[in-house]
């Protein structure tokens, strides 16, 4: 019951756009924040952007200036606007969910399967 889908990747050349976009049907926990990571080839996986119940957004410097990370309040949509692509974002995007217990030092995450992002040069 209840699950995070991503959508939306693709091939691009560098220097393109690509739009991600995340549903989270049937998810009713309460959550504080949702957000994005990727994968790359050989890597670990990294946090990319956060956007809270509140609309503040955090980007890793890496993305901050070209992603942005936006939500739709009623369908709790949450998409990851991709411009000046680079061959370094290629990688597996996943989406997030997270929920803080006892304090904002302990927190729950919840992931979709990912969407592959392939950036050509």
């Known amino acids: 019951q209840g699950q995070l889908v991503e959508s939306g990747g693709g091939a691009v050349q560098a220097g393109g756009s690509l739009r991600l976009a995340c549903t989270a049907a049937?998810?009713?926990?309460?959550?504080?924040?949702r957000g994005w990571y990727r994968q790359a080839p050989g890597k670990q996986r990294e946090w990319g952007a956060t956007i809270t119940t509140s609309s503040s957004t955090n980007y890793a410097d890496s993305v901050k200036g070209r992603f942005t990370i936006s939500r739709d309040n009623a369908t709790q949509l949450v998409l990851l606007q991709m411009n000046s692509l680079k061959s370094e974002d290629t990688a597996v995007y996943y989406c997030?969910?997270?929920?803080?217990?006892?304090?904002?030092?302990?927190?729950?995450?919840?992931w979709g399967q990912g969407t592959q992002v392939t950036v050509s040069s």
């Open positions: 049937g998810m009713t926990v309460s959550i504080n924040g």
């Open positions: 997030n969910a997270y929920k803080y217990y006892r304090n904002t030092h302990f927190k729950l995450n919840y």
